[in-house]
């Protein structure tokens, strides 16, 4: 995963595409993400797909931790697992791209966010994908995540097929079993914790300590 995140950014570099993340999911075919898109596309609401990729995400990318979770709004919270965060722009911003074009095209709806958080930072390139998420996006949050209005995860989903989801369980959790836990090391750990810290002034010793529970 840490090649990949590296790989991407030198493409990225050598094609001047700042953006390239961004555009691989936009206009990539989705079908190509494998197991996980159809057990995800034929669930029969939005919540109950983003449940299956909450769930089953490790088998597309070991290094990525996805949590579903519902207070005022429905939040999808992104992060990585034994990779640094600090290193990666392009890989996800194609998540979150990959994500939001999902929830549209599996509801056959124009479903906005009500906000957008990226971990990383940018200048200039941030327009194009305020206009493709129809929303304003933090660059330095805390987290990466996408937030939509709660009433979203009711939406059935235009492929919903309970029968072929069934049997897709099971083959998802045949894979997921014979997936490794991408547990951190300590120093990726520290790393992650100091990332989002930093544009604010606040990585000290003893916020990262607390934020770690050592």
């Keep these: ?13 050598a094609l001047k595409d700042p953006l390239l993340g961004f555009r691989l999911a936009r ?22 797909a983003l449940e299956r990729v909450q769930r089953y995400s490790s088998i597309a990318n070991a290094g990525l931790v996805l949590k579903c979770f519902e207070t005022r709004n429905l939040t ?7 990779v640094a965060r600090h290193s990666d722009r392009q890989q996800m911003e194609c ?28 200048s200039d390139e941030s327009s194009e994908l305020e206009k493709f998420f129809g929303c304003r996006i933090e660059f330095g949050a805390d987290t990466d995540r996408i937030i939509f209005d709660k009433e979203a995860k009711q939406l059935r989903l235009v492929s919903a097929d309970p029968y072929l989801n069934e049997i897709l ?6 894979a997921l079993a014979y997936r490794r836990s991408s547990a951190d090391s300590l120093r990726v750990s520290i790393e992650n914790a100091i990332t989002p810290l930093l544009p604010h002034g606040k990585a000290r010793l ?9």
């Design 27 to 48: 206009d990539g075919e989705p079908r190509q993400v494998g197991l996980i898109h159809y057990v995800a596309v034929s669930s029969e609401t939005l919540g109950d």
């Design 206 to 214: 003893d916020a990262v300590a607390e934020s770690l529970g050592v």
């Design 95 to 122: 998540f979150v791209t990959w994500l939001i074009r999902f929830c549209r095209a599996s509801t056959d709806r124009r479903l906005n966010p009500i906000a957008v958080h990226l971990v990383h930072r940018r």
């Design 169 to 174: 369980l099971q083959d998802c959790e045949q």
């Design 76 to 82: 999808i919270a992104l992060r990585y697992a034994g």
């Design 1 to 13: 995963v840490a090649g990949q995140i590296r790989f991407l950014e030198l493409a990225a570099k």
